[in-house]
């Protein structure tokens, strides 16, 4: 099955005038898995932070200047390239503010495209049809450019693929309504020309997308009738072959378009089996051709469908797991899965696919069965040379090879298990190592859910000290779904392993390591670590720098009220929390300040509950969860918060520098969660009054904080008022006075 | 002290000329500059670099270059004419033509007694100094190509000269040209283009240095006629070559705008014998074509097309900070070319080829200090006057009534009849001016607008008497001192009765006008006065120097007053002193008899003489603290010095009758909009 998960805005977008008109030119892939280079259709590229939506940098044009080409990265210099006015190549890095101030080179021809891929060199594809590499061009910018398309062809779209060292630029043109196909390939030069078959309506056909599977190169276009026609061109096809050949096409799928033709719609393969298409009718749905579909090419089934609101115009791009559908005033990103559909899931029997499959699951799915797979052959295949390739390896060395340590977790004993992993870990390479490491844990995971008994403490941490687990890994950011499938998949059931065996360490390194534990397990975790007696946890030994800080905090807080006996001045003039002492139990009047040194929780469970804090959540789903936790453990935990709280209100917070330590927002935003949540609970409950009422101080004092702050704005902006001299024109009378 | 009204004037637009040529006389320490428009500027760099005389430029008369021959001034131009100055009267003494075409340069042997021209047609031509003239001796021998650059050997038997594509010495008994030294061309695009040798300098050991528009300053060996070293300084041009003294510098001015400095010294510590030319450092003092240089014992001076001269002090010459170690830049001409009516508002500007009236705009509202107030009425153009004749005007004046206005130039005095009634304005020549009124250093109306003196040669000055009818000569005021230099101030007292005047002898003459007589002379000071005036009620008369000293002298007593001697006992303030642009304008105000106004280009000052003097340890400017004080606390603070710095680039200040001020400003940044625009610098794949 293939799933479109909820979607996020990246950016909103400019509303051109005319309708076909995009206001974006392209998308880009960038160093980083996470990043998106957007050019929009006039002056702009914005380079952004796709999981945190938010811009990372913009450079523009000057006015009067136009971008005519998406900028794209340059993976081997990690610059960015840029063609504006047809003829101008810029060239600059991202520390670059200016792009004024960027290298610039003219061209002698006009440039229909500069196209870059990871592992290929940059190609510049000339409005004529000429190729070059960018960095020949360079070299000599004015150059002569021959012309290779004729008079009237204008290259309608273009794409370029690397495989097998080969690098081949694919663009099509249409020429009085016939459609051509070029394949250009580089080092040696050869080009093909192809002819696309003519549809009956003689329609244009809408989209284009090309894919490299098996050696061969699949163009999928889509044509206003609703037909998707797939055609493939080998790799290593016929070379000097002259003139025009006919290009074979098999049609892969007729949509349903409902009344009318598609108009401005896009399809883009994005396995095999499956291909997204944007702007096309749902059968389901009545009206209107606004839907984003994912469609199963094999079984020709519709696989998920999401309304996208606003004007589609047509345009969809997909990277690493990620559909970017411009619409409306908007860029979504639609976050997508496609699974291999197969009639033993749909009957339920791959019910645990770690356990139930044998030693080459597909639990972990690699990469190459992403690129090459072939289904009947193409997982087995692939573990196969691998091994082949690790036998060979381990012929010099005695230590096991990954499938044999799989096979020893399943039954070996938990030292040699941890053993082992240490050995194989601590050799093994990165690319090996990352898919290796998930396996490992998926099988080990897997037994300790079956088998009771068998808790590998030691090995899991290693693991999960390897950092391979969490798909932040730069090396990962071409494995698309992949980084989903090891966060989503592997993190919960380990850390709820590590809850239920209280292995309080490894749920600490996990907490600090994945980037995205779901809401449910973190509070299922905080909840254990509120729940535990104080001295249980005393004992485990927990990454010492988490422990020091938190030494630092109780110890320095507690010199510093002996050392002058001058209470913290932040709620001297607003309601003084020491003569409010806040758990009603410990209430002492006559040393109000001593009472605020004692930490309502025990060292070692204040270090955990630090690591609660700093993960990361979404409020909307965390207070549903945190409503599980009962009144005893949400005041507990509340207290905790108001010590930490008081804590950084004292200057302790800035002597103490560590690596992670909760900051202020987090700890306001937690005690605003755990409010909301138990708000009610906390009212009628007789023990919180006085912790209530501290809450409240806080909240007057952030209060009082942000108006002080509000008027220091206000002054500052007075003074930049008086800043600015009058414009002086050539005559005024004025007013001065000398004292 | 009260508030001011303040008519802030920015519509004079008034454009200095680029700087073409210089000439400095080490033992006058003047330095003789050459504009674009044909005036030359004597600055006396011994006092304070005050700008003392101006000789008005003409329309056909271009400067190429100048030269001095001991207290002589000579130049030469395009027009083909050698020029000799009359220091005194301000006006060319004669002109020949050296019938050579137009003249490039022209340079004196270092005995003063041959002038060397180049010229057009490819002739050196030498001229033998007499005593009261120059007479054409003999041409070396002709060459092919114009003689764009001349430099004598100190021994005075050789010349070198730079021309086009090449450099040639000439031996001067014979006037055989004995060296031909071929200059490259530049590099690329501009090989095809002829190389100017636009500067050379020859050495007393026979070294030759040329500057030439391929940007190269090279070094030649005079003797063998060989290329030593080649410095690629600019893509652009090198103009200027100027040698020190002593020979061990020479600087270089490029299109650039900067100025680099070459030492003759040696490389390394070590090898203190093989000294060479290096390169060692540059000045950016300039946005456009440096085409005038000159280095001087402690700076270098230089001047271009972005018309300012700047003297850049050469700091290691100097053990401590002065005024004469700060960087100067001189861009306003010191003296006034902005006049005005006091009674009728109106305001007189001076260009060199016309004069414009305005009359100042109006406005009811009242307003806090700072606020600009909303105008009643828009200032106006009441009269665009253009010269006659091809002389530039040197001076006007205008009655502060506004019903008269003047001008003179070297050749005619002109006196108009203004009537302006509302909105009509009517001018009238006044004809038939009295047969010894030619022409004029200095012009002013009395105050009742019944006199106009002229300030004449020799330090006199001829009194006119105005009426509606005619006007008549009446008298010639003659200084006793015999002084033959002109005089650059004049002011007359607002009673009528007296006048006084300043010469660059600097000697102040006052003279009894009811009588015709002179009254008396004012003890004469070591630097020049800049600024003085007489006031209305008192009649002290109030003189500022070039080196910012303060005087106030009784007429009536004949002596320096007791606040004149209380200032200059207890001295001005270091601050005041240290100001790097001359006082040019005093002024009263009648209703308070305590105050001097005054102003220089980047301060306006009121002097208040009824507070105490400021010592060096007070706070001298303290307006913005005395602002930020109480009323009760600020009396304690006050001191004599009222300075405001809100009005920048001051031509000039003056006080109307209804108490409101006028600041006539020219905002630089206006004038360097007006320049062409500089020579363009490449960058990326532009």
Not at chain 1, 233 to 238: F, L, S
Not at chain 1, 282 to 290: L, V
Not at chain 1, 507 to 518: A, V
Not at chain 2, 505 to 525: A, F, S, T
């Amino acid at each position: 099955m293939a799933t479109l998960f909820e979607g996020f805005t990246l950016c909103g977008l400019v509303q051109t005038s005319s309708a076909s008109d995009s206001a974006i030119q392209g998308i880009e892939l960038d160093g980083d898995s996470d990043h998106a280079v957007v050019t929009d259709s006039t002056r702009a590229v914005t380079l952004y932070k796709v999981s945190d939506q938010k811009p990372l940098g913009s450079w523009t044009v000057k006015q009067g200047q136009l971008l005519t080409c998406p900028a794209v990265f340059n993976f081997q210099t990690k610059e960015y390239v840029v063609v504006s006015d047809n003829k101008v190549i810029r060239v600059w890095k991202e520390e670059d503010l200016n792009l004024d101030k960027a290298f610039k080179a003219t061209v002698s021809a006009d440039v229909w495209r500069v196209h870059s891929a990871p592992g290929g060199e940059l190609v510049v594809l000339f409005q004529r049809g000429a190729v070059r590499l960018l960095d020949s061009l360079l070299s000599a910018p004015q150059q002569p450019i021959e012309g290779i398309l004729s008079e009237k062809e204008v290259i309608r779209w273009s794409t370029n693929i690397v495989a097998e060292k080969q690098h081949f630029v694919l663009f099509t043109t249409e020429q009085r309504g016939e459609h051509f196909l070029y394949v250009q390939r580089l080092n040696p030069n050869t080009l093909q020309k192809y002819r696309l078959e003519r549809e009956d309506s003689g329609a244009s056909p809408l989209s284009f997308s090309a894919s490299l599977r098996d050696k061969h190169i699949n163009l999928l276009y889509l044509y206003p009738n609703g037909c998707v026609y797939q055609s493939v061109v080998a790799v290593r096809g016929p070379v000097g072959l002259e003139g025009v050949q006919a290009l074979p096409r098999s049609l892969r799928l007729r949509l349903p378009v409902g009344e009318g033709e598609l108009g401005a719609a896009s399809a883009v393969a994005l396995d095999e089996a499956h291909v997204a298409v944007v702007g096309m009718p749902h059968p389901s749905a009545r009206t209107g051709k606004d839907f984003l579909c994912i469609w199963n090419t094999n079984f020709q089934t519709l696989q998920a469908g999401k309304e996208m609101v606003g004007r589609i115009r047509g345009q969809v791009w997909c990277y690493l797991g990620k559909l970017f559908v411009p619409h409306g005033k908007a860029l979504s990103v639609i976050p997508y899965e496609c699974q291999k559909s197969s009639l033993a899931s749909a009957l339920g029997k791959l019910r645990h696919p770690g356990i139930a499959v044998s030693k080459s699951s597909v639990a972990i799915p690699s990469w190459n069965t992403l690129l090459h797979g072939d289904q009947p052959q193409g997982p087995t295949k692939i573990v196969d040379t691998r091994k082949s390739k690790l036998r060979r390896k381990s012929q010099s060395a005695p230590a096991l090879t990954v499938d044999q340590v799989l096979e020893l977790i399943k039954t070996g004993p938990v030292e040699e298990v941890r053993r082992e992993v240490e050995a194989l870990v601590s050799r093994g390479d990165a690319q090996d190592l990352q898919l290796s490491v998930g396996r490992l844990a998926c099988q080990l995971v897997a037994r300790s859910q079956v088998e009771t008994a068998f808790y590998a403490p030691g090995a899991l941490a290693r693991l999960v000290q390897t950092q391979c687990l969490c798909h932040r890994v730069p090396f990962l950011r071409w494995a698309g779904p992949l980084g989903f499938f090891f966060s989503k998949i592997m993190c919960p059931d380990l850390l709820l392993l590590a809850l239920e065996h209280k292995d309080y360490f490894l749920c600490q390194l996990c907490l600090q390591l994945f980037p995205d534990i779901p809401e449910v397990v973190t509070c299922a975790c905080l909840k254990t670590f509120i729940g535990v007696p104080d001295g249980d946890v005393e004992m485990v030994s927990l990454e010492p720098d988490s422990v020091s800080f938190m030494e630092g905090l109780v110890a320095a807080g507690a010199r510093g009220g002996q050392q002058n006996g001058f209470s913290p001045p932040l709620f001297e003039d607003s309601c003084d929390p020491h003569h409010q002492p806040k758990p009603p139990q410990h209430q002492d009047k006559k040393n109000p300040t001593l009472q605020l040194e004692v930490c309502p929780v025990g060292l070692h469970k204040a270090v955990l509950l630090n690591e609660v804090l700093q993960t990361p959540y979404s409020d909307n789903l965390l207070v549903p969860h945190l409503k599980d936790l009962n009144a005893p453990q949400v005041i507990l935990f509340l207290q905790y918060l108001q010590f930490i709280y008081l804590k950084y209100s004292q200057d302790v917070y800035t002597q103490t520098p560590v690596l992670r330590s909760p900051t202020m927002t987090q700890i306001i935003d937690w005690v605003c969660l755990l409010l909301d949540a138990h708000f009610t609970v906390l009212v009628m409950a007789p023990d919180a009054k006085g912790l209530l009422s501290n809450l409240q101080s806080f909240v007057k004092s952030q209060v009082k904080l942000f108006s002080e702050l509000g008027k220091i704005e206000g002054s500052l902006q007075e003074l930049h008022k008086m800043k600015p001299s009058k414009d002086i024109s050539q005559y005024s009378i004025e007013v001065i006075e000398l004292f | 002290m009260g508030e001011f009204k303040v008519h802030r004037v920015r519509f004079f637009d008034y454009m200095p000329t680029a700087i073409r040529a210089m000439a400095f006389n080490a033992h006058t320490e003047r330095l003789a500059l050459g504009r674009m428009d044909g005036s030359v500027e004597i600055f006396n760099f011994a006092d304070r670099y005050f700008q003392e005389k101006v000789i008005p430029g003409k329309d056909s008369r271009s400067i190429e270059a100048l030269c001095w021959v001991g207290g002589r001034l000579f130049s030469a131009g395009l027009n083909g004419e050698i020029t000799e100055y009359d220091l005194e009267t301000l006006r060319p003494k004669y002109s020949l033509e050296a019938y050579g075409g137009p003249i490039w340069t022209i340079t004196s042997n270092s005995q003063g007694a041959h002038l060397a021209i180049g010229c057009e047609d490819g002739t050196v031509k030498l001229f033998e100094v007499l005593e009261e003239s120059i007479q054409f001796e003999r041409n070396l021998d002709r060459q092919k190509g114009r003689i764009i650059s001349l430099s004598w050997h100190p021994s005075g038997t050789q010349i070198a000269a730079g021309m086009m594509d090449m450099i040639r010495v000439f031996d001067v008994p014979t006037g055989r040209a004995v060296q031909r030294l071929l200059v490259d061309r530049g590099f690329g695009g501009s090989k095809s283009r002829e190389t100017v040798v636009w500067s050379v300098v020859f050495l007393s050991d026979c070294t030759i240095i040329s500057g030439d528009s391929a940007g190269k300053v090279q070094v030649w060996d005079g003797h063998t006629g060989t290329l030593v070293k080649t410095h690629l300084v600019t893509k652009w041009d090198v103009l200027a070559l100027s040698v020190s003294k002593d020979e061990s510098s020479v600087v270089v001015g490029t299109s650039e705008g900067t100025v680099i400095q070459f030492q003759f010294i040696a490389p390394t510590l070590q090898q203190q014998q093989d000294k060479e030319w290096v390169r060692t450092r540059t000045f950016k003092n300039h946005t456009h074509d440096v085409r005038a240089l000159a280095e001087i014992e402690t700076a270098i001076v230089s001047g271009g097309m972005d018309t300012q001269l700047v003297v850049r002090p050469l700091l290691e010459k100097f053990d401590e900070r002065s005024h004469a170690s700060a960087l100067r830049k001189i861009q306003f001409p010191h003296r006034n070319l902005v006049f005005c009516a006091k009674k009728a508002g109106l305001l007189l500007f001076q260009f060199p080829g016309q004069l414009e009236l305005w009359r100042l705009g109006e406005s009811d509202g009242h307003g806090k200090p700072g606020d600009s107030l909303p105008l009643k009425r828009k200032p106006e153009k009441l009269l665009h006057l253009k010269r006659k004749g091809e002389d530039h005007i040197c001076c006007s004046a205008l009655s502060s009534c506004g019903g008269w206005l003047a001008y003179s130039t070297m050749s005619s005095v002109r006196l108009y009849r203004l009537q302006t009634d509302n909105n009509d304005i009517s001018i009238s020549k006044v004809p038939k001016l009295p047969k010894i009124l030619r022409s004029a250093h200095q012009l002013c109306f009395s105050s009742d607008s019944s006199k106009l003196f002229a300030a004449s040669s020799q330090s006199s000055v001829l009194v006119i008497a105005l009426s509606q009818s005619e006007c008549k000569y009446v008298h010639t005021l003659k200084p006793k001192s015999g002084s033959r230099q002109p005089i650059h101030l004049m002011t007359n007292s607002v009673d009528g009765k007296w006048l006084a005047t300043a010469n660059s002898d600097c000697e102040i003459h006052v003279y009894n006008v009811q009588k015709l007589k002179l009254h008396c002379i004012v003890p004469v000071y070591g630097s020049c006065p800049s600024a003085m005036g007489i006031h209305p009620t008192t009649n002290n008369l109030t003189m500022v120097h070039a080196d910012q000293q303060i005087f106030e002298y009784s007429i009536v007593e004949k002596q320096y007053t007791d606040w004149s001697r209380k200032l200059q006992k207890q001295g001005l303030h270091n601050l005041w002193l240290d100001r790097d642009t001359p006082v040019t304008h005093v002024t009263f105000n009648p209703k308070n008899p305590e105050q001097i106004l005054l102003h220089d280009m980047h301060m306006f000052c009121i002097i208040d003489q009824s507070l105490p003097l400021p010592d060096q340890k007070t706070q001298f400017y303290n307006q913005m603290t005395l602002r930020s004080l109480s009323e009760q606390e600020r009396p304690s603070h006050l001191h004599a010095f009222k300075i405001c710095k809100t009005f920048q680039d001051l031509l000039s200040v003056s006080l109307l009758d209804d108490q409101s001020l006028v600041m006539v400003e020219r905002p630089l940044l206006a004038i360097t909009c007006q320049l062409p625009a500089p020579v363009r610098q490449k960058k990326f794949a532009t």
